[in-house]
């Protein structure tokens, strides 16, 4: 395919975002859900195969919760929470005590905790939440089709209180205190990209999210999709819903999205990991080169030292 080549490795880093003076003013106070049910329809990434996802308003304290329309009603449930993810390999994975799992949800969490939505049911007819073009841009634009219902109850936040932090080779991850909701995120590809480096000061506009990260692509690279597709992996991935590096250069014939969308898109993927802790955090994530896997096994080193945290 003839592809427009970008040379990854003169990306250089982009500065912070600035955080503005009234942050301590917009925290959103109540809980909120969406006010109406708003549906898309895509296709796994991993299977390839069609699945609609419908969000639909949840009551307050109830968190996220996927509903598998396919099973039967008495197993459908899956509460999507750091102790039911049972698999980080290539996405979120999660799974119920009945042994139904629902892959791929990090892009849809993602947007629904980047646009302050506390509570939703994730309702889906297959095994996988459609993978649409790679970001969480179209779950972002559902929500704002939706709208915002806020909810008689506070949002209650989980305050990190002491420093955590997991590491797996050369990948690091940590959470440490802090009054201002923060990601920070070093990366490389472990070496097999240039550095890029990005923070994201998160407070509760979903402008900033929406235009800062929302749209930043997952990624992969061309020689390990080869490989995928030869085990039947990877099925529905494609230039339409990735951004696929060859040689070092980007094979996507519009480019990028970011010059740094890879570790933006790292970034989104941690929100998405971290909503998982059941409360919006109130710390400082840092990650390099951290995944799924990693992101999982820091909130699980966090909720395991009790004086780590509190609510
Ligand atoms: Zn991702």
Redesign the pocket.
């Given at each position: 395919m003839e592809s427009m080549e970008i040379a990854l490795r003169n990306i250089k880093p982009a500065a912070s975002v600035a955080l503005p003076l009234d942050t301590q003013l917009r925290v959103v106070a109540w809980q909120q859900t969406i006010a109406s049910p708003v549906s898309c329809t895509g296709i796994g990434l991993h299977s390839g195969k069609p699945v609609t996802l419908t969000l639909r308003p949840a009551l307050a304290n109830s968190g996220y919760v996927f509903i598998r329309k396919d099973v039967p009603e008495d197993s459908r449930r899956i509460p999507a929470r750091w102790d039911t993810v049972t698999d980080t390999a290539m996405c979120t994975k999660i799974t119920n005590p009945q042994g139904v799992s629902v892959s791929t949800i990090?892009?849809v969490i993602a947007a629904l905790a980047g646009c302050d939505i506390h509570n939703a049911i994730i309702e889906l007819d297959g095994p996988e939440v459609p993978v649409m073009d790679g970001s969480s841009s179209e779950f972002v634009d559902m929500i704002r089709q939706a709208s915002t219902r806020q909810q008689r109850q506070p949002v209650r936040r989980l305050k990190v209180l002491k420093t955590v932090e997991v590491k797996v080779g050369k990948a690091t991850a940590i959470l440490k205190p802090s009054d201002e909701p923060k990601f920070s995120m070093q990366f490389n590809a472990n070496g097999r990209l240039g550095n890029q480096a990005w923070s994201f000061n998160y407070y509760p506009d979903q402008d900033d999210f929406s235009d800062l990260l929302s749209s930043a692509r997952?990624f992969g690279f061309y020689e390990d999709a080869q490989h995928l597709w030869a085990q039947g992996l990877a099925q529905g991935a494609s230039l339409e819903n990735a951004v696929i590096i060859k040689d070092g250069k980007v094979m996507n014939e519009e480019g990028l999205r970011f010059s740094d969308e890879f570790v933006r898109?790292k970034i989104?993927?941690a929100i998405?990991d971290l909503a998982l802790a059941g409360a919006p955090i109130l710390g400082h994530f840092y990650g390099e080169n951290s995944g799924h896997g990693l992101n999982n096994q820091l909130l699980r080193a966090l909720f395991a030292d009790e004086s780590a945290w509190s609510f």
């Open positions: 990090e892009h997952t898109h989104l993927d998405g």
